[in-house]
């Protein structure tokens, strides 16, 4: 396959724009079931030249810890964790995570599977990158049924870390934290400005210009489909065959 | 003092109802299977399950889901309970719906500092975040104190955790009841921090697990295990390679959609013993 010979697909574009948002880093972590954040991560890693550590949750084979699951969290706390990624049921406009449940807890309407690290890791890890592919007024809400984790926190807390994006199937949005609101920075090719609106729950500020967000150019996306592609069937073979049509290496 | 060996169904035999019972995540082949379904086999109730830190893998989400659409769960600590990418926990999820099922909600390394600070013999451990969370908001065994040692400085203090029993499966134990665990070293955090701690084993060895330097670094020593059972396959729908039988968790998730559904896996599995089959 030559790189560029098909047409760009959307997770291209997101994975090249979460991977523009990893420069410098010196480790980043991705969790669990979270295949495009995986796919900008290792383009960052391979446009690093390997300087960007990238640690895959879920397999000893792709992290490194000798010391348990509290491994993670400890480095983290230390300041040794530059960026990582979580989704939401719900996310709201001041950048709570809601990953618990609908309704008034502790009752649920509907249930989700729980906070993991999240309530931690967004307080210490410098820059976390909010991700959710369903932009719908019942995902991006006004205010979320409960606070796994909080997007800012009150003057004194201890909080090295938090929220410096959300990435969408739609839009890529900045947050402000002085502020503690979404700053709309792009759109993907293809949306309008009224999607965005009529599809997002919270209120967020806006440039009166709104850019595209880039398509990969003809490098990166050689990147993307050959070292990055193969990388991540072995990781999420169901995701990297029908995104790049790429098998896992044999084990 | 040698470690008990005994029949999986003698180790089931010693967990109490009303136990607080700890589990691992089940990333590596940990996940207590065999032990689960003779649990159910029992009738054992009102079990205060933690997961360290979570079952949100395959085998152990199901493990759990099992315990709890079998009626033996009374609570569920946890930071995430999920079949991971296959979906959602069938019999949890409704479980919680229904209101029957009290899941005291945490987040990851406040359970693992919690149960280091239980494996120390310490009354609590400081956490960064949390604080503003809603988690923080529903837990009275978690408060925020002052730092001692800064001026204007909360921090969050978390009640240890030492459970009653642990359960778990292992790769291999020698003749003595020392215990093999690679790097899984929240099995031995787990086991340190437990009154009881209950393994089935893949195989046991002839030597002795602690005269290999080499092994012996990753070993949970005689001393904290109560009792084990030879038992390969007990991780069952995990395999000794690591790899998980994904047919048997989404064949499980299929029939336990329904509380009738569940009912008939349950009953047709219990006879048929696919954790001693292997």
């Known amino acids: 396959m030559s790189a560029g010979a098909a047409p760009v697909r959307p997770e291209e574009i997101q994975a090249a724009a979460i991977a523009g948002m990893l420069e410098g880093a010196r480790h980043v972590a991705v969790g669990m079931v979270s295949p495009i954040?995986?796919?900008?991560?290792?383009?960052?890693?391979?446009?690093?030249?390997?300087?960007?550590?990238?640690?895959?949750?879920?397999?000893?084979?792709?992290t490194f810890w000798t010391n348990g699951g509290s491994e993670l969290f400890d480095l983290a706390g230390r300041g040794r964790l530059d960026?990582?990624?979580?989704?939401?049921?719900?996310?709201?406009?001041?950048?709570?995570?809601?990953?618990?449940?609908?309704?008034?807890?502790?009752?649920?309407?509907?249930?989700?599977?729980?906070?993991?690290?999240?309530?931690y890791l967004y307080f210490v890890v410098p820059r976390v990158i909010l991700f959710r592919w369903e932009h719908t007024r019942r995902t991006l809400v006004d205010k979320v049924d409960f606070v796994s984790a909080p997007g800012t926190s009150e003057p004194g807390v201890h909080r090295p870390g938090g929220p410096i994006a959300l990435i969408t199937n739609l839009c890529l949005f900045d947050f402000q934290r002085d502020r503690g609101r979404f700053r709309l920075k792009s759109l993907h090719p293809g949306v309008t400005l009224e999607e965005v609106m009529d599809?997002?729950?919270?209120?967020?500020?806006?440039?009166?210009?709104?850019?595209?967000?880039?398509s990969p150019d003809p490098e990166t996306l050689?990147?993307?489909r050959g070292p990055v592609a193969r990388r991540i069937a072995d990781v999420y073979p169901v995701f990297a065959r029908s995104v790049f049509g790429v098998e896992p290496a044999a084990a | 003092m040698t470690v008990q060996?005994?029949?999986?169904?003698?180790?089931?035999?010693?967990?109490?109802?009303?136990?607080?019972?700890?589990?691992?995540?089940?990333?590596?082949?940990?996940?207590?299977m065999a032990l689960t379904l003779e649990l159910v086999r029992r009738g054992v109730r009102d079990l205060r399950m933690v997961t360290i830190p979570t079952c949100a893998f395959p085998a152990s989400g199901m493990m759990l889901d099992i315990l709890v659409g079998a009626g033996c769960v009374a609570s569920v600590e946890t930071s995430g309970v999920s079949m991971s990418e296959l979906g959602a926990a069938p019999r949890f999820s409704a479980a919680v719906k229904a209101g029957s099922l009290k899941v005291i909600d945490a987040t990851c390394p406040?359970?693992?500092?919690?149960?280091?600070?239980?494996?120390?013999?310490?009354?609590f451990a400081a956490l960064r975040g949390l604080i503003g969370s809603d988690l923080m908001a529903h837990r009275d065994d978690w408060a925020v104190v002052s730092n001692p040692f800064e001026d204007g400085d909360p921090v969050a203090v978390l009640k240890a955790i030492n459970p009653d029993v642990t359960l778990f499966h292992a790769p291999m134990a020698d003749r003595r009841g020392n215990v093999w665990i690679g790097?899984?070293?929240?099995?031995?955090?787990?086991?340190?921090?437990?009154?009881?701690?209950?393994?089935?084993?893949?195989?046991?060895?002839?030597?002795?697990?602690m005269e290999d330097e080499t092994l012996a670094p990753a070993v949970i020593p005689d001393f904290y295990v109560t009792a084990l059972a030879e038992a390969p396959g007990a991780c069952w729908p995990q395999r000794a390679d690591g790899s998980t039988d994904l047919d048997v968790v989404r064949g499980y998730m299929a029939a336990a959609r329904t509380a009738e559904g569940f009912a008939d896996w349950l009953s047709a599995h219990l006879d048929a013993r696919p954790e001693a089959a292997e």
């Open chain 1, 37 to 62: 954040p995986g796919t900008g991560a290792l383009l960052a890693n391979e446009r690093s030249g390997g300087a960007t550590r990238v640690s895959i949750l879920g397999s000893k084979k792709t």
């Open chain 1, 222 to 224: 050689a990147l993307i």
């Open chain 1, 199 to 214: 599809n997002t729950g919270f209120d967020f500020d806006r440039p009166e210009r709104v850019g595209e967000t880039p």
């Open chain 2, 110 to 123: 406040a359970v693992y500092a919690a149960l280091q600070a239980g494996a120390k013999g310490q009354p």
């Open chain 2, 5 to 32: 060996q005994l029949d999986v169904a003698a180790l089931a035999a010693l967990v109490p109802s009303g136990a607080r019972i700890g589990v691992t995540k089940g990333e590596q082949t940990d996940v207590p």
């Open chain 1, 83 to 119: 960026a990582f990624f979580l989704s939401g049921g719900q996310i709201d406009g001041g950048a709570n995570v809601n990953l618990v449940g609908v309704g008034d807890y502790p009752e649920a309407k509907v249930r989700w599977s729980g906070s993991f690290g999240s309530a």
């Open chain 2, 183 to 209: 790097r899984n070293r929240d099995l031995l955090t787990l086991a340190h921090a437990s009154a009881t701690t209950l393994v089935t084993v893949e195989k046991i060895v002839d030597f002795d697990l």
